[in-house]
T-cell receptor, first 112, second 114 residues
Framework: AQKVTQAQTEISVVEKEDVTLDCVYETRDTTYYLFWYKQPPSGELVFLIRRNSFDEQNEISGRYSWNFQKSTSSFNFTITASQVVDSAVYFC?????????FGTGTRLTVIP | GAGVSQTPSNKVTEKGKYVELRCDPISGHTALYWYRQSLGQGPEFLIYFQGTGAADDSGLPNDRFFAVRPEGSVSTLKIQRTERGDSAVYLCASSLRPDGYGYTFGSGTRLTVV
């Protein structure tokens, strides 16, 4: 069975702090894809990153970085020097059977 | 259009009524998906179209829910005999390919059944 667990329901940080959002997944597939999406108050899901299972190299994009650990089935997301505009709900997701299977999300609040 | 358009953005209906939610995908995107997002939850898959046909409708919760995409572009999600438990945000996404890459989501339709 496919499962995505985001154990952190809500996180609050003060602006400029670093924050890591955790994601643990379960899948029987040997090849799979993982995603992170951002959902601001407007409601639209904004794509952040796609990672395939055979590429464990960590990725950095500006203030965002992702740590993929296949051995622990984790795909964690770090925001460095957080900003108020980062406040949103963040979803980790796994592609299964041609569609996205989402975790329950982590609500991040960045306090100015 | 430039993005995925969903109408209406908000819909309030009485229990037992019929509703239609519309999704206008990005031009040329052959894959179209409907998801339902309840309060405090992640989006849950409902149905996936490849072209005009429903390739996977395993997420539809019961036979009150139905979706069509007659010309391979615009899709309509139809809910009959609405119940209060149907209240949620209904999200549509489209993509050039069905492997999750390049999904673009719309802003959703917030359905409230009173």
């Amino acid at each position: 069975a496919q499962k995505v667990t985001q154990a952190q329901t809500e996180i609050s940080v003060v602006e400029k702090e670093d924050v890591t959002l955790d994601c643990v997944y379960e899948t029987r597939d040997t090849t799979y894809y993982l995603f992170w999406y951002k959902q601001p108050p407007s409601g639209e899901l904004v794509f952040l990153i796609r990672r395939n299972s055979f590429d464990e190299q960590n990725e950095i994009s500006g203030r965002y970085s992702w740590n993929f650990q296949k051995s622990t089935s984790s795909f964690n997301f770090t925001i460095t020097a957080s900003q108020v505009v980062d406040s949103a709900v963040y979803f980790c997701a796994l592609v299964w059977a041609n569609n996205l299977f989402f975790g329950t999300g982590t609500r991040l609040t960045v306090i100015p | 259009g430039a993005g995925v358009s969903q109408t209406p953005s908000n819909k309030v209906t009485e229990k037992g009524k019929y509703v239609e939610l519309r999704c206008d995908p990005i031009s040329g995107h052959t894959a179209l998906y409907w998801y339902r997002q309840s309060l405090g939850q992640g989006p849950e898959f409902l149905i996936y179209f490849q072209g005009t046909g429903a390739a996977d409708d395993s997420g539809l919760p019961n036979d009150r829910f139905f979706a069509v995409r007659p010309e391979g572009s615009v899709s309509t999600l139809k809910i009959q005999r609405t119940e209060r438990g149907d209240s949620a945000v209904y999200l549509c996404a489209s993509s050039l390919r069905p492997d999750g890459y390049g999904y673009t989501f719309g802003s959703g339709t917030r359905l409230t059944v009173v």
